[in-house]
């Protein structure tokens, strides 16, 4: 089957339904180096891939028709690798931001950053405030990207703020002092490169998601791969705690 849009058709894989897609998505993209590492390339190399691939799956997603999708892009602990290869890291970021904000809004993408990024240098904090407020009037896909960020570290620090205001919380209260403030819980999480585990990753957001591991490095993470996540999620009995009626 193939989606017309305008004067593209995209394939879509027998079986998905585009009306039945996630609310929030959520991709851990993790393999960057090793993919690198297995072509004999410089981790660097991999991290870039990483970026462009990043681009690609946004692109796809807002065609697909997501409305939310959070992407892991550099966590708290990512900051304790070696300097260079963190320095990389955030000179990629500072280019995603300069470079990427014009297709963004041709798009019609919301950037939207959430984790500690102030504690970033301050041109790379800088890069990704101009890059939020350039694509604010956007109304299609809300690109969510996980930047200095810790699942731990975003629970305490909304517990602080609760404690601080001297009233006591609900579930739907709380959620509204998290970084994801306005956003719906994840429906569907994606990790990449064969790894089974959280990794701090929005760890109170995901409390009943699905997930979907898939061996493939991220820079390798393709199109129908993505479908073929979205359509194992389709596949899904989602009872919540219940049971199925």
């Known amino acids: 089957m193939t989606l017309a849009l305008g004067n593209k058709e ?9 009306n039945r897609l996630p609310k929030h998505l959520g991709i851990i993209m993790d393999g960057n180096g090793r993919w690198a590492t297995a072509k004999g390339l410089p981790r ?6 990483g970026i462009e691939n990043l681009r690609k799956m946004s692109v796809f997603a807002s065609e697909l028709g997501l409305s939310y999708m959070t ?8 900051l304790k690798r070696p300097k260079d290869e963190v320095d990389n890291l955030f000179n990629l ?7 990427d904000t014009k297709q963004l809004v041709e798009r019609d993408i919301r950037l939207n950053v959430i984790g500690a990024y102030k504690d970033l240098p301050g041109d790379v904090a800088s890069a990704i405030d101009r890059a939020m407020a350039d694509t604010r009037h956007c109304g299609g896909l809300t690109l969510t990207l996980a930047v200095n960020y810790g699942g731990r570290a975003d629970i305490i620090r909304a517990v602080n703020t609760a404690v601080k205001s001297g009233t006591e919380v609900t579930e739907e209260s709380f959620k509204d002092l998290l ?3 306005g956003m719906p819980d994840l429906d569907l999480v994606i990790r990449t490169s064969g790894e089974q585990r959280i990794s701090n990753f929005l760890i109170y957001q995901l409390a009943y998601a699905e997930f979907y591991f898939i061996k ?5 993470f393709n199109k129908k791969d993505f479908q073929e996540a979205l359509l194992a999620f389709q596949q899904r009995n989602r009872r919540f705690g219940g049971v199925k009626s």
Do not use: C, Q, V
Not at 71 to 78: A, H, K, M, Q, R
């Open 44 to 49: 660097s190399a991999g991290h870039k891939a």
């Open 179 to 181: 970084y994801t403030k």
């Open 10 to 18: 995209i394939k879509i894989i027998p079986g998905l339904d585009l």
């Open 93 to 99: 970021i500072r280019t995603y931001m300069n470079e």
């Open 216 to 220: 493939k490095h991220w820079p390798s």
């Open 71 to 78: 992407i892991f892009t550099l966590s708290t602990e990512n």
